[in-house]
């Protein structure tokens, strides 16, 4: 009985994949026929989509953004404010405040140890607050909020621009650490811009055929995976802050996982073109690629959809805002590279049908023989010769030949040394 389970389990599961694999082969072979209205439309959709990235709004506050939502806390919070409301303009007691109210406080120490000498006593006029003293700030109106953040900008320029050699000082406000964690994101946009230049390197030296065959080489499809990651990060923060989700600080996080998941999806389609061999036409590689590496990268993809799409059920906001951002980017990731990707594939191979120039692509490359035929510079045969690729070893880059090289001598050496 057990046996005839398994029988019929694995019965089910191989229909399920050849059906999808079947599907993708089709729509593999519908994108080697239209490759560049694909990647016009896939520019068209990410781009209206990351148009609404001028909707996106931080949200600093810690208390709200690291703080359980719906907590029984909370719920006791509201209560308390709907019942006694704020009158922090005519009558403001700290003690009896609910919620941490708004404030600036200024710290000062004097070098010599007397702060209130009458040389550093005419300095303490340029401080904004009183020493070691806090000002509350009224909070009951819009109005007055924005008044407090005009305030408190100025109060902070001030703070930031004042001198003394005789004082020290150090202040605080109701954002600092908001404000702490949001100038993170400033340092996180330039390196995720050397991450992403990084990435665009490896990708491209990863794909740079060890022949150096100008006709065979794959080097520009390493650059197109990379930007089709890319530009799943944009349309899926433009979707998102559009539908009004506030972005975090440590949403600014995602982009980083996301250019390995794309990376990662290309690497698995580059390597199913190889698997798909050398023998039959272009389009029939392109199929069967997208038959076994579609269905790859949709296991992958889903993976990692459900997985952020628990975590989108988390009560903190912080970890619900990341989860979503990021699953979003996940599925144009998954999106892109299975068509915007995938079509610059078909237009690769398109080109190698071509024996076209991989940089100079209006120009039909020959062969190393036939350039040494014409007695041509050892230069020329480098910039310029190639050919169609006829087994693996004519695309194989640096990086896929050096384990094939290093590994069999690995083990060749513990064997010998086991005997």
Partial sequence: ??????????????????????????????????????????????????????KLKEDIDVSRVYTPMNSQATKDEEFIIALFPDQSGTEFYSYQTVNQPRYATVYVRAVDGNVVSQSNFY????????????????????????????????????????????????????????????????????????????????????????????????????????????????????????????????????????????????????????????????EQRFGTMMRHSGVAITITSLTNIIAFGCGASSSFKSVRNFCVYTGVAVIFCYINQASFFSAWIALNEKRIEQRKHVVLCCNSAMSKTQYKQKRASKMTIFCCAGQKPSEEKDIDSFLERFPKWVLPKIKYKMKFRTS
């Fill in 1 to 54: 009985m057990d046996k005839k389970e398994e029988t019929v389990n694995c019965v089910c599961h191989e229909k399920v994949e050849n059906a999808i694999g079947e599907a993708f082969h089709r729509y593999g072979r519908l994108i080697f026929r239209h490759p560049v209205k694909i990647i016009v439309m896939i520019l068209i959709l990410n781009g209206a989509l990351g148009a609404g990235m001028i």
């Fill in 123 to 282: 300095k303490l006029k340029t401080i904004v607050d009183i020493v070691n003293g806090t000002f509350y700030l009224r909070s009951e109106s819009s109005y007055d909020i924005e008044k407090i953040q005009a305030w408190q900008d100025k109060f902070i320029e001030n703070m930031e621009n004042f001198r003394s050699s005789d004082l020290e000082i150090a202040y605080a406000h109701t954002d600092s650490l908001g404000n702490e964690l949001n100038a993170n994101i400033g340092g996180d946009i330039a390196l995720f811009s050397a991450t992403f230049t990084l990435m665009i390197t490896y990708a491209c030296v990863a794909t740079f055929a060890a022949s150096n065959d100008c006709v065979a080489n794959r080097m520009m499809l390493g650059f197109a995976g990379v930007i089709a990651a890319g530009l799943g990060i944009v349309a899926s923060f433009g979707l998102v802050s559009a539908s009004g989700m506030s972005f975090v600080s440590i949403v600014g996080n995602s982009p980083f996982l996301i250019l390995g998941i794309g990376v990662d999806d290309m690497f698995i389609l580059l390597s199913g073109l190889v698997t798909a061999g050398f023998s039959d036409s272009s």
